[in-house]
């Protein structure tokens, strides 16, 4: 799922970083316009950045 995480910056969540259970469909997770926590895991060498809902949720339990 793409998702703006600041203003003018996306990146992408991984379906295995949405959630800590196996997702099938993407749709019974987030949907258009939800707002959610993540965390910025990684910047690629393409200057992609590649996001964690899971880990941002985990964090906030902690």
Not at 5 to 32: I, R, W
Not at 37 to 42: G, I, N, R, S
């Amino acid at each position: 799922a793409f998702c703006e995480f600041l203003p003018g910056k996306q990146g992408l969540v991984h379906v295995s970083e949405l959630s800590n259970e196996y997702v099938k469909d993407v749709s019974t997770v987030v949907k258009v316009g939800d707002k959610f926590k993540v965390k910025l895991v990684e910047i690629d060498q393409m200057k992609r950045c590649n996001l964690s809902k899971k880990q941002a949720e985990a964090e906030i339990a902690q």
